[in-house]
């Protein structure tokens, strides 16, 4: 079990209320100011991209693998499937590619 | 000024069902990388119900799992997070007006882009009865997808569950593409935020920076660049026309 377990779930839950809470609960305004907006718009797809790459590459036993899934995940994503089939379907190619790797001795 | 609104609870629980169904899928997954990632299937759980949302959780979970810092969590769960603060402050409009301050903190526990998109769907004001039953059953169906996820990782066999380690960042890719297909400043600030985040990743000196304060470090230059090149024009919809469509809306959802 990691390390300081119950910390990470306190800050987890008590962050993620807090920023739904406040503002039903406290704020009776509009936020007006269009960069703000447009900010808190981006931010969603500027996290997931950053947390993605190249973190991606080294999520698995060889860079291969990894390279081989993302390539998988990018291309259904693009098709617009849904989120398990894409995770999946990455999972599986780098599962078969590991195989290949363990059986043709690749480096 | 308010228009009579919606407040039926057996109709939030109708409209909430098709949501439920959707979280199944995507909390199974969120178990199973719980699990393999080491936590136990109790606390997979937990996290589920104190949570409630999707990719909070995983980032969440990739934190946990690189013994990252209590202020990079709190800080990767607050902007990755912040969305929701918009959906809530656009909620606070359409909400009815008497609900009181305790029940809006209860309610406010259930906002996700799903449910907030129904919520901001319905004609007029929304009832507290009404929200607490659209929240019922997409809560249920967090849980319980979690808890099957997370059971279902427990019985795989450990060479399965090595090959899931990319399933989290697949879920990412196929949250953020689609999107950013659609829209070109979507993917000016995505390849910005890649980019800048493999520099950070690769270049030396730079490199000595944590995961964690470089994802946010990426996160806000690239998210403030795309939003001085392509600030979202204000949409003033035309009378009778659907209400949810004001204001950035959240283009996660399935």
């Known amino acids: 079990m990691p390390e300081r377990l119950p910390q990470y779930l306190l800050v987890m839950a008590t962050v993620t209320y807090l920023v739904r809470m406040a503002p039903l609960a406290f704020f009776r305004r509009e936020i ?37 899934g993302t390539l998988v995940a990018v291309a259904l994503a693009w098709r617009e499937k849904g989120l398990l089939t894409v995770a999946l379907s990455a999972c599986g190619a780098v599962f078969v590619v590991e195989i290949l790797q363990r059986i043709v001795k690749f480096p | 000024m308010q228009a009579p609104g919606v407040n039926s609870a ?59 810092s209590m202020v990079e969590m709190a800080l990767t769960q607050l902007t990755i997070n912040i969305r929701y603060s918009l959906m809530s402050l656009s909620l606070s409009q359409k909400l009815d007006r008497a609900v009181s301050l305790p029940h809006r903190l209860a309610l406010s526990f259930g906002i996700t882009d799903e449910i907030f998109a129904v919520a901001m ?14 929240m019922l059953m997409p809560y249920l169906g967090w849980s319980l997808g979690t808890l099957a996820g997370a059971l279902a990782g427990s019985v795989l066999p450990q060479w399965v569950v090595g090959a899931l380690g990319i399933a989290i960042y697949g879920m990412f890719v196929a949250i953020i ?78």
């Open chain 2, 177 to 254: 593409l689609p999107p950013a297909r659609h829209s070109p400043a979507i993917r000016v600030v995505l390849l910005t935020a890649v980019a800048l985040s493999c520099l950070l990743h690769f270049a030396p000196v730079l490199n000595q920076i944590s995961s964690g304060f470089a994802i946010i470090l990426c996160t806000l230059a690239a998210a403030a660049l795309g939003a001085l090149l392509f600030p979202l024009r204000e949409e003033k919809p035309p009378a009778g026309t659907d209400a949810g469509q004001d204001g950035p809306r959240d283009e996660t959802e399935n």
């Open chain 2, 10 to 68: 057996k109709k939030g629980i109708h409209d909430g069902l098709p949501i439920a169904l959707g979280y199944l899928s995507v909390s199974f997954t969120f178990g199973m990388m719980a699990v393999a990632a080491g936590l136990p299937v109790w606390v997979a759980v937990l996290i589920s119900m104190t949570n409630l949302t999707s990719a909070g959780q995983f980032a969440g979970l990739s934190l946990i799992t690189a013994g990252a």
């Open chain 1, 32 to 68: 007006r100011s269009v960069f703000l907006r447009s900010f808190l718009y981006y931010v969603q797809f500027a996290m997931l991209g950053a947390m993605t790459f190249p973190a991606i590459f080294f999520s698995t036993n060889s860079v291969l693998s990894a390279v081989v």
């Open chain 2, 121 to 134: 769907g319905q004609t007029g004001t929304v009832g507290k009865r009404y929200f607490y039953g659209l």
